[in-house]
């Protein structure tokens, strides 16, 4: 069977930005194969997910929500799958949390200290690595510098590009793990292996006079048949989700500027990570610099356009357009010459506009396409089902819903992976009696099922025998909770 779920926690303790981080970077790096999807503790415990996850990822956040929300059944049914064969990958509190003993600024008024059940790793977590941590703030964050040793990963040395050994990566509270080869003791722990260290400006957390060097940052850890990776950075930080001016303090001023000049080798490492693991990464997001601009763009929402196809008679499609016009009585808040932004208010806004005759941006004017679409940083965006959207309160997306006539519909600048002409052309030669009666059409979408299904008010405006198609789902859903994988090239 192929596992095709990357399933990412997204229960109590999640650090709403290092969660949307990763879930963007996941998708980024791993969406043309699996399925991101969020999953709950309840989701843990009580549903069969063991068969069909690739991957479990914990990201950063707060260690002891994890421990109160899985400790136990949760726990017990994670180090099974693990042991059976399964992967772990661990980011900062996730971390700590798959360590045996999590020892997080030990003395003082932040302290956390005490043994996990997880134990991916057989050791303790101690940190932080670096002083001046401060809870939902950037205060102890820094671009630093870390040793990465390429032979431990497995991977060809062809996939590092030449890349330096040392590189900087964003860090914001993590630990360092206490391996006995690191304590130079004769190691015990034969199943660890230290893939990226620290530089020597670790300080230890116990006393911070006292500096530490060459403290392993991220560590793999041989769990009977499985693996886990467990990190004290966050490689799955790109610069361009980060605001400059958060940074103010002597250490991380430069934060910004130092991880753009590092991103391309900070994508090889997680490609590397993820390769170690045995996960499939997409090659394009380990692109060079210049290419990279283009393929780490966040796959973005488009357009859905709505047109008759086996409709006959004017008077059926004037009044499935009329309704759909008339719904959207709402004026929205977007403000652009020449378009009267009418929005339903359903799950999702849903802007609704008419196309007008022509190519290109005349049809849709692409002013207003960017103000529906644009997205927000990362930490401002609204997540729902594990999907960033664009603008909005949170729990609330927008959408562009445009009404095409037959002399109207979307060329290929717009919808460049799909001819709708041609397929309503093919839809007219069809048998079938109702299906087909009309196309949507979006190039990219959450999901064509959700889209439907959570828009009542527009599923109920919508003609008998609407068909909902896409070039790309970033959600796709199946029966039940099973994910529908649907890459460029899959409709």
Same mark, same amino acid.
């Given at each position: ?32 194969r699996y399925a991101i999807i969020p999953v709950e503790p309840e989701t843990l415990r009580k549903e069969p997910w063991e068969s069909k996850a690739a991957m479990l990822v914990m990201p950063g956040g707060r260690d002891l929500p994890y421990v109160a929300s ?186 910004? /500027? +130092?991880?753009? !000049?590092?991103? =391309?080798? *900070?994508?090889?490492? @997680?490609? %590397? ?101 644009? /997205? +927000?940083?990362? !930490?401002?965006? =609204?997540? *729902?089902?594990?999907? @960033?959207? %664009? ?101």
């Open positions: 069977m192929s596992l095709l779920n990357v399933l990412v926690y997204s229960g109590p303790g999640i650090g709403p930005e290092s969660y949307a981080y990763l879930v963007r970077t996941l998708r980024q790096f791993l969406s043309h899985m400790n136990g059944e949760i726990n017990q049914r994670i180090k099974r799958w693990v042991e059976g064969g399964g992967r772990y990958l661990g980011f900062c509190a996730g971390g700590y949390y798959g360590s045996a003993r999590c020892e997080f600024e030990p003395g003082t008024s932040l302290e956390v200290v005490g043994d996990r059940e997880l134990a991916l790793f057989p050791g303790t977590c101690l940190g932080c690595a670096y002083p001046g941590y401060s809870y939902k703030t950037e205060d102890g964050a820094r671009a630093a510098e870390v040793t990465i040793d390429r032979s431990a990963f497995g991977v060809s040395e062809q996939a590092w590009k030449g890349d330096p050994d040392r590189v900087r990566i964003y860090y914001n509270g993590g630990g360092y793990f206490v391996t006995d080869s690191f304590l130079g003791k004769q190691p015990a722990d034969s199943n660890v292996s230290v893939l990226v260290k620290y530089a020597s400006d670790v300080s230890d957390p116990h006393d911070r006079s006292k500096r530490v060097a060459n403290a392993p940052a991220i560590v793999s850890c041989k769990v009977g048949r499985g693996v886990a990776v467990l990190s004290g950075l966050h490689p799955e930080y790109a610069w361009d989700f980060l605001a400059p001016t958060s940074y103010t303090r002597p250490h991380n001023q430069q934060l910004v /500027p +130092l991880l753009r !000049s590092h991103d =391309a080798y *900070r994508r090889r490492l @997680l490609g %590397a990570m993820f390769a170690h693991m045995s996960i499939d990464v997409d090659p394009e997001a380990l692109l060079d610099e210049v290419a990279a601009e283009h393929s780490m763009r966040i796959p973005a929402a488009t357009p859905t356009f709505i047109a008759p196809a086996r409709v006959s008679g004017v008077a059926a499609v004037a009044a499935a357009m009329y309704a759909l016009n008339s719904a959207a009585t709402t004026k929205g808040e977007i403000r652009v010459a020449g378009v009267s932004d009418m929005v339903l208010q359903d799950a999702e806004d849903i802007h609704i506009t008419n196309a007008c005759p022509g190519d290109g941006n005349r049809r849709v004017l692409r002013e207003y396409q960017q103000e529906v679409f644009t /997205p +927000l940083s990362p !930490s401002a965006a =609204a997540m *729902r089902d594990g999907v @960033l959207l %664009a603008g909005g309160e949170a729990g609330k997306s927008h959408s562009m819903l445009v009404l095409c006539t037959q002399d109207a519909l979307p060329g290929v600048k717009e919808t460049p992976r799909f001819d709708m002409s041609l397929a309503i052309k093919y839809m007219k030669e069809a048998k079938a009696h109702t299906a087909g009666s009309w196309l949507m059409y979006s190039d990219t979408t959450g999901s064509t099922q959700t889209f439907l299904e959570k828009n009542t008010k527009l599923q109920a405006l919508l003609p008998n025998g609407t068909v909902n198609v896409a070039t790309v789902q970033l959600a796709g859903r199946g029966r039940g909770r099973n994910a529908w994988v649907s890459p460029v090239g899959c409709l």
